[in-house]
């Protein structure tokens, strides 16, 4: 089992940045790939970046591409996601997500999620 745990959501005004953490704890989590997905209200869940377990593939959605950056620490088991010139569209709940097999997680069927954690855009 892997327990993710995601932080950093707020409020910020469009043009703004936030980073957004998550924190994977149980069997070896540095081993899976990890993502991010959002949901704004009133839509479906949207894929938005992903990392694989060697920190060298990177995967982001055409609408974050250039503003958003994912990242990963192995040492501290920790996924980051450093969100620059945020949008009002960007405004959702972002959730992380962990699998084993990387294209799972850009997929949207990992076999981890966390809990979310609400950015809220003001424009």
């Known amino acids: 089992q892997v327990q993710l745990v995601e932080s950093g959501g707020g409020l910020v005004q469009a043009g703004g940045s936030l980073r957004l953490s998550c924190a994977a704890s149980?069997?070896?989590?540095?081993?899976?790939?990890m993502g991010w997905f959002r949901q704004g209200a009133g839509k479906e869940r949207e894929f938005v970046a992903a990392i694989g377990w060697s920190d060298v593939s990177t995967y982001y959605a055409e609408s974050v591409k250039g503003r958003f950056t994912i990242s990963r620490d192995n040492a501290e088991n920790t996924i980051y996601l450093q969100m620059n010139s945020l949008k009002a569209e960007d405004t959702a709940v972002y959730y992380c997500a962990a699998d084993f097999v990387p294209g799972r997680v850009v997929a949207g069927t990992g076999d981890y999620w966390g809990q979310g954690t609400q950015v809220t855009v003001s424009s």
């Open positions: 149980g069997r070896t989590a540095s081993n899976y790939a």
